[in-house]
């Protein structure tokens, strides 16, 4: 499946930023219970490769799992080497993206404006990721869908939870990415299943 397949399947990323791999898989269970669909785990956290290991092994055929805050191609081959399948960046690496479409792999890197955008696009990136969505609104998306490719999928990162994704679905989001909102270090299965559930009931809202 491509981007937009695993997005209309539900059109929320996870982001386990701080999860350990002795947590990772009930934290995956519990979102994969809830109808999510896409997992990344943050090369910053504690060894994400080895947490996106057992999240492949676990739910490699019925999840999209991948690493976020990829900063170098190096970074790619690792998590192609485990088994990931998403490349998300916080900025406009082109290099990155390039490495993650030679593996076959979805890459989904990080943009602020208009240049940085057609920019990633044309290194072959799936979707983008307006971040941090803080600094911008749904104005702002609306303006530059005007300006991208027909389908482009546009995903806002960075302050989203329940109460504000209609602005941004209004505006054209394809999706989002959730951090702390879904998952923050610590979080037991129970409250990432309450938090997910409240997201998703946010996306019918």
Not at 110 to 133: C, Q, R, S, W
Not at 143 to 151: S, T
Request: glycine fraction near 12%; aromatic fraction near 4%; charge should be neutral.
């Amino acid at each position: 499946m491509d981007l937009k397949d695993w997005l209309a399947r539900c059109p929320l990323i996870a982001i386990l930023r701080g999860v350990t791999p002795n947590e990772v898989v009930a934290i995956g269970a519990a979102l994969h219970e809830a109808g999510i669909a896409i997992v990344e785990v943050p090369m910053n956290s504690p060894d994400p490769v080895e947490s996106i290991r057992r999240l492949v092994q676990k739910f490699g055929t019925q999840m999209l799992i991948g690493a976020g805050t990829v900063m170098t191609p190096d970074q790619v081959d690792e998590i192609d080497a485990y088994g990931g399948r998403l490349i998300v960046t916080p900025h406009a690496a082109g290099a990155v993206v390039r490495q993650a479409k030679h593996h076959g792999m979805i890459a989904c890197p990080g943009f602020a404006t208009p240049t940085e955008a057609f920019a990633m696009l044309e290194a072959g990136a799936d979707g983008i990721k307006l971040f941090p969505a803080e600094a911008a609104s749904p104005a702002v998306l609306k303006g530059i869908r005007a300006v991208l490719p027909q389908g482009t999928l546009v995903l806002p990162v960075g302050g989203i939870d329940a109460g504000n994704m209609r602005p941004w679905l209004d505006a054209g989001a394809a999706g989002f990415g959730i951090g702390s909102s879904i998952y923050k270090a610590g979080d037991t299965a129970d409250i990432v299943t309450a938090k997910a559930a409240k997201l998703v009931a946010g996306l019918r809202g």
